[in-house]
Antibody, heavy 123, light 109 residues
Framework: QVQLVESGGGLVKPGGSLRLSCAASGFTFSDFYMSWIRQVPGKGLEWIAYISDSGSTIDYADSVKGRLTISRDNAKNSLFLQMNSLRAEDTAVYYC????????????????WGRGTLVTVSS | EIVLTQSPGTLSLSPGERATLSCRASQTISSSFLAWYQQKPGQAPRLLIYGASSRATGIPDRFSGSGSGTDFTLTISRLEPEDFAVYYCQQYGNSPPRGTFGQGTKVDI
């Protein structure tokens, strides 16, 4: 079945770096746009980054622009999020999610989502 | 940027009752590009509805979505015990940012 599994979360000091991974299975990964979405514990959802199927188009939320970098390796069915200059406000569960119907000019809903990986930024 | 406002914040109901959740957008959402998700504690969000009214695969027919323009509704016709959760709406389409979520409505007993 279609599955997304995140890894790489953990405790990091302010200003530090972390690289999250998302392993995809059960579908042709290279056919789909992908996004990262985060959720501060007990709070709502915030979309933070997307990458097109080929990796040629990328965009970020203003809150993370310049500090987070999304990438993918279609040969390894994997999505990544490089997180640099981390701040306390980046503490959240980070989900990867597939965009079933996105194209070059429009986004879609997210389905499915991975189970998430927790990133805690604290000294 | 489109802002989504969900109401009520919390809905206290009993199994078997009908739940009506609202999602109001600050601007017209084109082509009914609105989705609904269910999230249970410790779990990822699960897609329920897309295109304002289309049920996702495997979603029971007690869940229905309606609305257009700026006002959208998720209705759960008869609450089952497993339906007590937080529900989020999301707009998508061609307006940045890529996906904007409402703040959520908690349905509890």
């Amino acid at each position: 079945q279609v599955q997304l599994v995140e890894s790489g979360g953990g405790l990091v000091k302010p200003g530090g770096s972390l690289r999250l991974s998302c392993a995809a299975s059960g579908f042709t990964f290279s056919d789909f746009y992908m996004s990262w979405i985060r959720q501060v514990p007990g709070k709502g959802l915030e979309w933070i980054a997307y990458i097109s199927d080929s990796g040629s188009t990328i965009d970020y939320a203003d809150s993370v622009k310049g500090r987070l970098t999304i990438s993918r390796d279609n040969a390894k069915n994997s999505l990544f999020l490089q997180m640099n200059s981390l701040r306390a406000e980046d503490t959240a569960v980070y989900y990867c999610a597939r965009e079933p119907a996105s194209g070059s000019d429009f986004s879609s809903w997210f389905d499915p989502w991975g189970r998430g990986t927790l990133v805690t930024v604290s000294s | 940027e489109i802002v989504l406002t969900q109401s009520p914040g919390t809905l206290s109901l009993s199994p078997g009752e009908r739940a009506t959740l609202s999602c109001r957008a600050s601007q017209t959402i084109s082509s009914s590009f609105l989705a609904w998700y269910q999230q249970k504690p410790g779990q990822a969000p699960r897609l329920l509805i897309y295109g304002a009214s289309s049920r996702a695969t495997g979603i029971p027919d007690r869940f229905s979505g309606s609305g257009s323009g700026t006002d959208f509704t998720l209705t759960i016709s008869r609450l089952e015990p497993e339906d007590f959760a937080v529900y989020y709406c999301q707009q998508y389409g061609n307006s940045p940012p890529r996906g904007t979520f409402g703040q959520g409505t908690k349905v509890d007993i």
